[in-house]
């Protein structure tokens, strides 16, 4: 959504916002009994382009996924994982965020990204339903003869995600899809319908996570909106010195800038998304202290709001 909220942003009062704190002098926070997620997990990330057709809409996808080994087209690792559709943003290829869905999978995670509206005009309600094709597809495949994916869906833990367009559009089709479980998103976008309406339907967990720089789709005019129509469960995590291009592997036009660099944002992104999936998806209680407790309300990388 990047050119088309830049413009509605511009035009917008200027948020003060606080000094982000340098990733030099803080670590990430941990716990004792958890593995990190800001590093990747303990799976190999396979992947493979394919064409997605369900419930009436046919588009291509790039689906990384836990594998024998790393790279194109490699066996699916032995075990069945929750699956996740991530949504692109405006204007932006799916490749650019190829690093955050490969991680996910490293954490045991199939992680559909459909590559469907990615011209000018994209249509954000007919995005939301080719997010939930994608989840409807893969769910399909667990009982699909010579699919890669037979046997190793959990056809009971699906979630959504994306970043700006796509991050609304996962809201929009959660909205829609009662089978969906969680939602983790980054730098989430007001949408046509209004993703904001949407919230305010959902009672599933949902963590928005954005940066204090961003300029693009600031925090105060779409994820803080979001934020408060939503019914608990819900978080905003709030990355220092955050921006909305951080989100990417790489930049764009129109992209902007923040206080940190985008080889620091990515890991933490990365972390909140793979933590709240890992909790709500997978059930792994050990993650709730590094979600809820206090290395999550005193991260001095990440502000947090939250209500069970």
């Not at 511009?10 to 990430?28: E, F, G, I």
């Not at 190999?44 to 057709?53: E, I, L, P």
């Not at 978080?235 to 951080?246: A, D, E, S, T």
Request: proline residues 6%.
């Amino acid at each position: 959504m990047l050119r088309r909220v830049a413009v509605a942003v511009a035009t917008a009062v200027t948020l003060v916002l606080p000094a982000p704190v340098p990733t030099a002098a803080v670590a990430a926070p941990t716990t004792t009994s958890v593995a990190d997620p800001s590093n990747p997990g303990g799976y190999a990330a396979g992947y493979v382009d394919t064409t997605v057709s369900a419930a009436g809409r046919s588009f291509s996808a790039r689906i990384y996924y836990p594998a024998t080994a790393a790279g194109s087209g490699q066996p699916v690792a032995a075990g069945r994982f929750p699956a996740v559709a991530f949504g692109h943003g405006f204007f932006q290829s799916v490749s650019k965020y190829y690093s955050t869905l490969g991680h996910l999978a490293s954490w045991g995670f199939i992680v559909l990204a459909p590559t469907s509206q990615g011209g000018l005009s994209p249509n954000h309600s007919a995005f939301a339903d080719d997010l939930n094709a994608a989840l409807t597809w893969v769910v399909a495949q667990e009982t699909t003869a010579g699919s890669r994916f037979a046997g190793h869906v959990r056809t009971d833990k699906l979630g959504l995600s994306g970043h700006s367009m796509g991050g609304g559009a996962s809201i929009l089709a959660a909205a829609r899809n009662p089978k969906v479980g969680a939602v983790a998103n980054l730098a989430a976008a007001e949408t046509n319908p209004s993703a904001k309406a949407a919230a305010a339907t959902l009672t599933i967990p949902v963590r928005l996570i954005a940066g204090d720089r961003d300029t693009i789709a600031g925090v105060a005019d779409h994820q803080r909106p979001i934020y408060a129509a939503k019914p608990p469960t819900k978080q905003l995590r709030i990355i220092k010195g955050g921006f909305h291009c951080g989100f990417m592997d790489s930049g764009s036009l129109f992209c902007d800038s923040g206080g940190i660099s985008r080889a620091a944002q990515l890991p933490i992104s990365k972390r909140l998304l793979t933590e709240w999936f890992l909790l709500y998806l997978t059930g792994d209680a050990g993650y709730d202290d590094a979600v809820w407790g206090a290395p999550a309300q005193n991260d001095p990388q990440v502000g947090f709001e939250g209500v069970r």
